[in-house]
Each structure stands twice: as C-alpha cells, then as structure tokens.
C-alpha cells in the first residue's frame, strides 16, 4: 500500500528503450516486441513461470496446477514495487524473464514502453466483459490490453460509529462537510482528531485526485502530456493544506508506531483508505472491533458519487515468453475464474471482476457489524475512475511527492504548489530519458 518508488539513476540504464508511444515502438524506439499477435497453441503440454508478491497465492497456483495437470505454473514470489519492476527489465533483457508477472498498475506504461509485456488484445475477449470499463481501462493504453486487471483498490472512508455517535457527529457527505467535521472535532474534544494527513504516501494521494477528476498523464500521437498541475489535483491538496496548517487534522505518516496507537486508542477516529482498509484495521487497532464502520468517499460535489483507486494490481505476460498462448489461458483464469476468484478473496485481494466482487456476501470478521461491507464496496467500487493512463515515469512523479509533501507539512507552507513542483520534476525526467513531451 506504500511503496518507495524511485528507480533511480542505476536502473534507468536497464530500460530497454525509450520510446514516445503508449506501446513501445511507436516512437523511435525500434518494433515492439509485445506489437506481434499471440500465436500457438494454448492448451499444449508447458510449465510456466510465474512472478507474484502476493501473500499465499501458492493456493491459487496449486489449484490450477490440480486442473491443468499437463500445464503447470511454477511460482517465484517476488518483491513488489520498483524493485521487481527494475528485476524483471533486467530479466527481459538478458532473455530469462517469466512467462507471466503480477504488475501494479502504475508501473504498466513503464513495462510497455520499454518492449517487455505482450499485447493481449486478441485474447482478452473472452474475459473483458468481466470487468467493470473503469478498472479495465487501467489495463489498456493506446487501443491496446496489455494486462488483466486482478485485484483492485477502491477508496472509502472510515470511521469509529461509536465516538461519532457519543460526541453527535453525522458522516460526511462532502469534502466541505468533512472540513467542517474536522473542526468540530477538535473543538468538542482537543485529545482527537477527524484524521491525519500523511504526506509520504503518494498512491494515496494519486487516488485523491482521481476522485477529484484529475488525469495525469495522456498520450497523443506518441507524445506525453502531464497535467499534474490541475485545477483538480491542486485543489485537493489545497483542501488538506487548509486543515493540516489550521491544525484541524494531523499531518502525520500512516503505518507508523504513533499512528498504529492512535487509531487503536480512538485519537483519530476516521481515515481514508481503500477496501483492504479492514485488513489494516484489524492489525493495528485490534480494541475497535465492531466499532469501525465504512462509508463512501465524500464527494467535491453535492449529489455526485466519485472515487479512486489506491492499491491493485494485474496479471500481464512477458513479451519474451516463447509460452505467450499458455500463459495468456492462465492469466485469464487467474483473474476471473470463479474458483480462482474464491481463492484471490480468502488470500486476503478484493477481485477486480464483478462476479468475484459478488461472491463476497460475508463481511471480514472485524467489520462484523457492518454486515452489508462488501455490498457497500462493490457499490462504491463501480464509481472508481482512475486516470486513463499511468505515466512511464510514475516512480519518478511518485518520488517526487514523497519528497516535497513531507516538507510542506513541517513548513506549513502552500500544499498546491508541490504540484507544480512534481510536474517540472516529471517532465524534465520525461525528456531525458527521451520520451516526446507535448509543449516541449
């Protein structure tokens, strides 16, 4: 959920190339290996190799490898991140990559434009339908699928029903409203607080300013347009900027000791997160069991129902893999077999296909009071809109936040202009690796 993302300076030398287009090739960069069709035969005799980091998915691979007995899948768990997207351009290159990798959404632009994913249009047919358009399109760039989304991570908010109703507090509905609240807070009760805004977290962020409407990066032609400095995204963090230097919400990092102990001990009493939020919870704030309840986002305007994503991940296929049919049929049944879909959800992912996303009936035990929670979320997650592409430099603008937002906390100075400042950063980057940059 929170990742340190930079490549850096080392692993920009393993990049295969760097070419302008949405997929490699378009621009200068030499005959994509992922533009050929998928050819072959699927259902011919083959062990795969298969790159996840995902915690116990062992259990999915075994219950393909029970079905597909002349068709086994050999896993190889993996760091996540920029570590395993910095591996597996080293592996594409020296001509030893696997068959089928798990890759976070960000770092998919980064992957295709540099030849090392397979183009899956012409075997993902039978599967699109699957999914809902916003999460499929987190997987298609330029006209073309080069993924299958697997889990995703819609945002909701979280909060303690049990001090919002002792202290007579409504859940927002607005971002207004939640400013307003967060006042409230502090002036009902000075050892509380609405939340905190954590600084270092730039997936978080990311899914602020899809909720707000924003859209990164865009692809034209070959050409990189960013628009990080948006209305929609400096508005968003002009918003927490307000409250974090009035000091109605803390600005403080998640996942830290302090924060673990606040949350448990109800000095904050709401958070921001995304569906796998319960799982955090029931780690880190073990005494509000039964006390949590989740809501929707609120919105930047009255009556409208908008989220974003924070977290997620798909299945994609090497462009060197001489198995591409065979492990294209497996990333298939990976992301929406009912079966696999049962297991991805026991092993802890919120599937991205609506049929899994339906078998959830059952609310995680630490949310048990909130019976209709995954009723809720899929609601929720059928309003999620992401930005219509990640950038191929997204480690570097992800970095670039978790630098300067840190220090716009500790200087209280103006939260909007760090946006400025991460579009310069990821422009120049842009250039200098050699991608086409529209306005320069």
Do not use: H
């Amino acid at each position: 959920m929170r990742r340190r993302t930079f490549l850096g300076a080392s692993a920009a030398t393993l990049l295969l190339s760097a070419c302008g287009g949405n997929g490699a090739g378009e621009e200068g960069g030499g005959q994509a290996a992922s533009a050929s069709p998928i050819g072959g035969d699927e259902n011919a005799p083959t062990t795969l190799v298969f790159w996840s980091w995902a915690e116990n998915i062992q259990r999915v691979v075994d219950l393909w490898n029970d079905k597909n007995p002349t068709q086994k899948v050999q896993l190889s768990g993996q760091a996540a991140g920029d570590e395993l997207v910095a591996k597996f351009l080293t592996a594409v290159k020296a001509g030893n990559a696997p068959d089928v990798l798990q890759a976070e959404y960000q770092s998919l632009p980064t992957l295709i434009t540099n030849n090392a994913l397979q183009d899956l249009s012409s075997v993902v047919g039978p599967v699109k339908s699957a999914f809902p358009q916003g999460t499929w399109d987190l997987t298609s760039f330029g006209g073309a699928t080069y993924a299958i989304p697997a889990d995703v991570g819609p945002m909701m908010l979280f909060y303690r029903a049990d001090i919002f109703e002792k202290m007579g507090l409504s859940v927002p509905k607005t971002w207004e409203e939640f400013g307003a609240l967060a006042e409230t807070v502090r002036a009902k009760d000075d050892k509380r607080y609405l939340t905190t805004f954590s600084p270092g977290d730039a997936g978080w962020l990311a899914g602020f300013a899809q909720q707000a409407g924003a859209n990164w990066w865009t692809n034209d032609g070959g050409s990189w347009q960013v628009a990080i400095d948006d209305p929609a995204t400096r508005k968003m963090l002009g918003f927490w900027g307000g409250l974090v230097n009035s000091g109605a919400v803390l600005g403080d990092p998640m996942y830290t000791p302090q924060w673990n102990s606040q949350m448990n001990d109800g000095t904050i009493i709401a958070w921001p997160s995304a569906v796998w939020g319960a799982g955090v919870l029931a780690g880190v704030a073990p005494s509000g069991k039964g006390k949590w309840r989740m809501a929707p986002l609120p919105q930047w305007s009255a009556g409208e129902q908008f989220t974003g994503f924070w977290g997620g991940s798909s299945t994609a296929v090497s462009a060197t893999s001489t198995k591409k049919a065979q492990a294209a049929k497996f990333a298939r049944w990976l992301s929406a077999d009912p079966e696999a879909l049962k297991l991805l959800i026991e092993i802890g992912l919120y599937p991205a296909a609506l049929q899994g996303q339906s078998q959830l009936d059952v609310a995680p035990e630490y949310m048990a009071d909130q019976p209709d929670y995954y009723t809720s979320a899929a609601a929720i997650a059928k309003t999620a809109r992401g930005f219509s592409s990640w950038g191929p430099n997204t480690n570097v603008t992800y970095g670039a936040f978790e630098d300067l937002m840190p220090k716009a906390v500790r200087g209280r100075s103006d939260f909007a202009a760090v946006a400025a400042q991460v579009q310069q950063a990821s422009v120049a980057d842009l250039k200098k690796q050699g991608y086409q940059v529209a306005g320069g």
